[in-house]
């Protein structure tokens, strides 16, 4: 939650620094800034496709458990929707497909006597909606920009397994993630929707993008009673993404 707080910061203050720049230093389409640079008003609507790396990772609140890291995939495209003729404003909306996977060792005690080793292997599909506000500074006749956006995204969790393998047993289990029966999942069962932030910038050249944005769910994934006490599941995604305009 904290590097989401640090990059929606930061976004805002570039969203209004660059929003100052382009007031103070542009007299019009096209003109020159002190520094010499030629900045730009573009407001034409956009389409973009983008694939990305989006590594997983879900924070356990009990500090005696390890977090759940995965790596991830994302296929997506966004329809970027002008709100102003006069600034560089737009609504982006779009969708995309996220795939996670990875693995988790841990150890557990049983009655104070030995120590069971298991080995968990998770895959996440899931489907994501995010609903922006961006803001495009473009200069050098459009060829270069910036956008940095902060907004909400929707996520329905559509398929999710978990297979635990333990080593002193030599025995294992496969469930769904959904599964909160008491032979799946039981009341630790992941949660099928979340909505949660996005914040993030693009770096534009041309038709071309590099994008990194974080997301981060506002409720927790998964949550389960262990010895009287609930712990939580906070899931983080940070994606690194290429994306074409058009």
């Known amino acids: 939650m904290k590097r989401f707080?640090?990059?929606?910061?930061?976004?805002?203050?570039?969203?209004?620094?660059?929003?100052?720049?382009?007031?103070?230093?542009?007299?019009?389409?096209?003109?020159?800034?002190?520094?010499g640079s030629v900045?730009?008003?573009?407001?034409?609507?956009?389409?973009?496709?983008?694939?990305?790396?989006?590594?997983?990772?879900?924070?356990?609140?009990d500090n005696n458990y390890k977090d759940l890291k995965m790596n991830g995939f994302t296929a997506g495209y966004l329809h970027g929707f002008s709100l102003s003729e006069k600034l560089p404003l737009?609504?982006?909306?779009?969708g995309n497909i996220q795939y996670?996977?990875?693995?988790?060792?841990?150890?557990?005690?049983?009655?104070?006597?030995?120590?069971?080793?298991?080995?968990?292997?998770?895959?996440?599909?899931?489907?994501?909606?995010?609903?922006?506000?961006?803001?495009?500074?473009s200069f050098a006749d459009n060829t270069l920009g910036v956008t940095p956006f902060v907004g909400l995204n929707f996520r329905a969790n559509l398929m999710g397994k978990g297979k635990t393998e333990s080593?002193?047993?030599s025995q294992s289990k496969d469930c769904s993630l959904f599964d909160d029966s008491t032979d799946g999942m039981g009341d630790a069962a992941w949660k099928r929707f979340q909505v949660g932030f996005n914040a993030g910038v693009n770096l534009n050249y041309k038709a071309f993008s590099l994008g990194v944005y974080y997301t981060a769910d506002f409720m927790p994934i998964s949550k389960a009673k262990v010895?009287?006490?609930?712990?939580?599941?906070?899931?983080?995604?940070?994606?690194?993404?290429?994306?074409f305009s058009f």
Request: proline share 2%; with cysteine.
């Open 167 to 169: 080593a002193y047993r």
């Open 5 to 35: 707080q640090l990059l929606l910061t930061a976004c805002l203050l570039l969203m209004a620094t660059t929003a100052s720049a382009q007031f103070s230093n542009t007299g019009g389409s096209g003109s020159k800034s002190k520094s």
């Open 39 to 61: 900045l730009s008003m573009d407001t034409e609507s956009y389409n973009r496709i983008y694939v990305g790396y989006s590594p997983f990772n879900a924070k356990c609140s």
């Open 100 to 137: 996670f996977m990875g693995k988790q060792d841990s150890e557990i005690v049983h009655d104070n006597l030995y120590i069971e080793e298991t080995e968990s292997k998770y895959s996440l599909l899931s489907l994501n909606i995010p609903v922006n506000l961006a803001y495009k500074l």
């Open 227 to 243: 010895e009287n006490k609930e712990e939580k599941l906070n899931v983080g995604i940070t994606t690194i993404s290429l994306g």
């Open 90 to 94: 737009f609504l982006e909306v779009g």
